[in-house]
């Protein structure tokens, strides 16, 4: 299924910057739109001061290339477009070309749900230059929100310590997309359920929800609204409780639970929005177990994020189920990832390649040349040992790691694995993309994997011929 067709019922082959348009148009008029060029998507500094982030979103760029065409509507509105002479921007014979242009490039990527570094490509780009270009604003688009999501949604889950996490974010979601690239996004980074319905279908995700305040204020008291909800739901009953005084409100609920189990069903249990979650819970969860119902499930909600989550639990608050929001469908500490797409070599047709580079006085934002691979090696019990970035243009490898701490780490003899797997060639899907529950599965093998790896000792940096490389190639820029 090709999820982009189902959310948009449109072609987006312009969802892109007008720079990549210009850009593509130069290459055309100077006759270098048809050189091969390699690209790679990276980003450069861990989210939210973490020590990883969960790759996460390519499932949108394999449907967005698998449909890459320009129609007779998108150069229609491109005509349109004028200079700054009100003439037409783009020349005719141009816009024919892409028309007709075929998506043909060779793309490799980190399959969704594996723990990843800074500087580390999460995707390789090969092929046409133009047609490189005119795909990153998507790329970039789909796996920088997506990634990011992942990598919060998993941190809260940790924090959680095994407990059930819902996330409630779509009402303060940044628009339609956002809401829906979120869900699937904190699905794959282990949230169990999502209140988005559209992301429940589309993606098949597992979809939870109660009640708000609106249905108990609609009543003439509490009790009558908890009574009328049990009978339209008495199977699903899950009652929340803080509308008007928090104590009274579960109170109330347990007359509506004993109702429940009298006529046959289960009583989920209780929702807390508002208060204090750890003094409420822990009152809530003896109330419940006094009355006979130590089995129903004490949900809270209420602005929480991983560091609240962590510091309740830490307190000994009796949460069942933790229903994040808006902390985590916008990032809100930290509301874009700042991945990043570098051009790292081009060549002209059967001419040896050529490295490019992006000098930066920040030395964390010059870019690394060649065309790249990530190798991740293990030691003897399965266990990550370093990862090495290397340029498969080089004939020779050796297996040193130049790490970006100044360590330069011997990786002889050990197991290995390359994390950039080919998705397409030559514009042709040859990748079986896994369900969004495999991948989940995944992205929780990947931290049980990284789970004993110290971070601040693991290293991660580059094969040493690329580095020297790279620095041959910042000291003839700079001369």
């Not at 979809?207 to 908890?226: I, Q, R």
Request: charge should be neutral; include cysteine; glycine fraction near 6%.
């Amino acid at each position: 299924m090709n999820h982009l067709e189902t959310r948009y019922q449109t072609n987006l082959s312009l969802l892109t910057d007008l720079y990549q348009l210009t850009m593509a148009y130069g290459y055309w008029k100077t006759g270098s739109a048809e050189q091969e060029a390699v690209f790679h998507l990276f980003y450069r500094k861990n989210p939210f001061g973490g020590n990883y982030a969960i790759a996460c979103g390519l499932q949108d760029v394999i449907d967005f290339l698998s449909t890459f065409k320009f129609s007779n509507s998108d150069l229609d509105y491109l005509k349109s477009l004028k200079n700054n002479k009100d003439q037409a921007l783009f020349e005719d014979d141009f816009l024919d070309y892409l028309l007709h242009l075929e998506f043909s490039c060779d793309i490799d990527a980190v399959e969704e749900g594996t723990i990843v570094f800074p500087h580390e490509p999460l995707l390789r780009v090969r092929g046409p230059l133009l047609q490189a270009q005119l795909i990153e604003t998507f790329l970039l688009n789909s796996i920088n929100f997506q990634t990011l999501i992942a990598t919060k949604s998993a941190r809260i889950v940790a924090a959680a310590e095994g407990d059930l996490v819902h996330e409630f974010g779509l009402r303060r979601a940044q628009g339609i997309d956002g809401g829906l690239s979120a869900s699937r996004a904190a699905y794959i980074g282990g949230c169990t359920a999502t209140s988005n319905v559209l992301a429940g279908k589309i993606y098949d995700i597992p979809v939870k929800g109660t009640h708000g305040h609106s249905w108990v204020m609609s009543f003439e008291d509490e009790l009558e609204a908890f009574e009328a909800y049990a009978k339209a739901m008495p199977d699903n009953c899950l009652l929340l409780v803080d509308t008007f005084d928090t104590i009274k409100g579960i109170q109330k609920a347990l007359k509506i639970a004993a109702i429940l189990r009298k006529n046959g069903h289960t009583f989920l249990g209780i929702r807390l929005d508002s208060g204090d979650l750890l003094s409420l819970s822990i009152q809530a969860r003896e109330l419940l177990d006094a009355a006979g119902f130590p089995k129903a499930k004490i949900v809270a909600s209420d602005s929480l994020d991983e560091y609240k989550i962590k510091a309740l639990k830490a307190k000994g608050a009796l949460i069942d189920v933790w229903g994040v929001g808006t902390n985590l469908v916008t990032a809100k500490d930290q509301p874009a990832l700042g991945g990043v797409y570098k051009l790292a070599a081009i060549r002209k047709k059967d001419r040896d390649w050529l490295y490019k580079i992006k000098l930066s006085n920040t030395s964390s934002k010059v870019s690394t040349p060649g065309i790249l691979q990530v190798r991740r090696y293990f030691v003897s019990d399965g266990q990550p040992f370093g990862d090495m970035i290397w340029n498969i243009d080089n004939k020779e490898l050796f297996p040193l790691i130049q790490s970006f701490d100044g360590r330069t780490i011997v990786t002889n003899n050990r197991l290995f694995k390359d994390l950039l797997v080919p998705i397409f060639k030559q514009g042709m899907l040859v990748y079986k993309s896994p369900s969004i529950h495999e991948i989940r599965a995944y992205r929780q093998e990947q931290v049980d994997l990284f789970d004993k790896v110290d971070f601040k000792l693991y290293p991660k940096g580059l094969e040493q011929q690329l580095n020297q490389q790279k620095l041959n190639l910042i000291q003839q820029h700079l001369l």
